[in-house]
Structures are given as structure tokens and as C-alpha cells.
């Protein structure tokens, strides 16, 4: 299949990243290649390669695939760091920017980066600026095309990653998503679905930039991927 789109994936078993696999399946022309420290159950038909292997050979494994996106959904909690900023650092700062430069090194052009709401290198919130500091630095590693996502609080199931203090969130955001306004607009609630078909449909763009996409741009770009997808039904129905 000379048109398939090949797309490499770190950060597969998680939220997103299960939600970039299951979206993936809705179309033949894209290929989800994830990489990955460890081997993870995958979702159910899920239609991909896997590679698992230490990050420091991760850019050994792009050369080998030569996708033409990366996205990355890599991220510790406070919880799972041990409530340790070096800790939390080294996965949410070092490890996704030693990804991009190994992506970038292996000729990927473009890349996908979930971040977050809030995200800014000047905040007073450790978490935000980290997230923060992690943008600004793939912003100087040289992709021809840089999408950062940052949603606000994810939706959707999580396995074996129990974070009560988040469902209880989800639970009342239907009620606090209206409440939150003007610049607290973009804390609300987002389903992980619409997150991954916005990742997967930027993924395949090829205008050069850096581009933040916020909940509503997020929105935008999965409603044109749920188009594409409805074109494609429509000329598998004609021919």
C-alpha cells in the first residue's frame, strides 16, 4: 500500500495512546508503530507493530521505520514519581525531549505533543512548568512541524491507573465545565477520543510550524478527521 502513513507512537500504553491505537483502526492508510520501554497488553483488535526496546535505542528504532509523524503522549503522575520533582522531570522534561531529538536525528519531520492546559515555563506550578519548559525546548529541536495539544482534563477509562482525586473530576465535570470561564475555560473536561483523533488527523498534515491547540482547536481538528473518515467510507462504497 504505497499511500500508508506510517506513524510512530511513544506513550502507547497509556490513555492516549490507547485512544490513538483504537482510533487508528477506523482507517486502512494509517500504520501506528508504537515504541515502547516495556511489552503492555494493547487494545482489542488493535492493528500495529510493536517495538520494545531501552530509550536509548529509540532512535535506533525510527531510522528502522521511518515514520513520517511522531506523537507523544509520554508522562509520569506526581504519584508514580514518587512525589519527586527530579523523578517527575526525568520522564515528563528528559525523556520526551531526548525522543525529539532522536526523532528529529532520524529524519522525522513533524511531531504531535500532548501537553496541558495551563502549560507555561513561568508558572509557579511545578507540574505546569515542567510542561511548560518541555514545549519550549522541542520548539528548538527542529521539526518541520510541531503540534502541541494541550487538553484539559481527560475523560475516559485508564487501566491499572488509579487516580481517585481524577474521577472524582470527571465525575463533576458536567457540572464545573460551565463554571469555568474565561481564562479557566481551557480546565475543561475533554473525552481522550477527541484528543486522539485530533492527534492522529495533525499527524498527517504537512504545513511547517508550531502550532497550540487548545480544547476547541482540538475539537476542530477531530471533527475533520471524523470527515476524512466518512470520505474514505464513501469511495470504498463507490468502487
Known sequence: MSDLCRIALVGATGLIGRRVIETSNDVDDVRIIGVSRREAPLPDGARME???ATPDKWGEVFETIKPRTLICSLGTTWKKSGRDEEAFRKVDHDLVLATAEAAVEAGIPNMVMVSSAGADWRSKTFYLKVKGETETA???????RLDI???GLL???RTNDLRVGEKLAMIASPVLDPMLGGKWASYRSIDARVVSEAALGLAMR???????HDNDAMKRAAREWRQRLERLEQQAEQD
Do not use: E, N, T
Not at 138 to 144: H, N
Open 50 to 52: 510493536m517495538y520494545v
Open 138 to 144: 522541542l520548539s528548538k529541536v527542529g521539526f518541520k
Open 149 to 151: 495539544l494541550r487538553p
Open 155 to 157: 475523560r475516559g477509562p
Open 206 to 212: 504537512k504545513a511547517a510550524g508550531r502550532f497550540i
